[in-house]
């Protein structure tokens, strides 16, 4: 009695590299020279409050 495995030859891409690898790339030189956004910094003390409790 002989026994054959029966498995992927390959291993599969985890999922954020999948999605990064099947992504649409950036052709235009517009696109690939453009940074990412850059957000400015927030103080914890001086933001506005998430939720305000109105009644109990």
Do not use: I, L
Not at 6 to 30: I, N
């Amino acid at each position: 009695m002989t026994f054959t495995v029966k498995a992927a030859r390959h291993v599969r891409k985890k999922a954020t590299k999948g999605h990064t690898d099947t992504r649409p790339k950036k052709h235009r030189p517009s696109d690939r020279n453009r940074k990412a956004v850059e957000y400015p910094t927030v103080d914890p003390a001086t933001a506005p409050a998430v939720m305000t409790v109105v009644s109990k």
